[in-house]
């Protein structure tokens, strides 16, 4: 019998330390948004030192891979691979790097992690930086 599992407040709070912790060791300010499978707000992070659209670009992110559990760099790069980039007309949806599903070690999508701040390939280093930190967890 599969038990379904979820992203607990604790493991959200284990990925916005950790991808602040990486951000500081890169010099970055950041910020980090963690929602749940449905797209749920579950954790916020700003650092100091960010711009409007980081503040907004972050949970979109987020949402983009809860929406679609793969990561928004995949699905940029899938979108692109089809006639007129479909996903580019997708309200909410992000094609830039920096979003990342969560998954279990048995397969369960459970959330996902936003990161926005630097450049989409340093976000995207960040976000696995912290997901890296829980995986002992899922």
């Not at 907004?56 to 928004?72: C, D, G, H, Q, W």
């Not at 699905?75 to 990342?100: D, F, K, Q």
Request: with cysteine; glycine share 8%.
């Amino acid at each position: 019998m599969l038990v379904v599992k979820a992203l607990s407040l604790e493991m959200a709070k284990k990925i916005g330390d950790a991808a602040e912790a990486k951000a500081i060791e890169l010099n970055l300010k950041i910020v980090v948004a963690v929602m749940d499978a449905h797209g749920n707000l579950k954790y916020y992070r700003r650092m100091d030192g960010n711009s409007f659209i980081n503040v907004r670009m972050a949970p979109l992110k987020a949402n983009t891979s809860a929406s679609v559990p793969i990561s928004t760099k995949a699905l940029a790069e899938r979108s692109a691979c089809m006639p007129n980039n479909p996903y580019l007309g997708v309200p909410g949806i992000v094609l830039l790097e920096g979003g990342l599903p969560i998954i279990t070690k048995d397969g369960q999508h459970i959330g996902a992690i936003g990161i926005s701040g630097a450049t989409p390939d340093l976000d995207g280093v960040v976000a696995q930086a912290a997901l890296d930190a829980i995986h002992h967890d899922l």
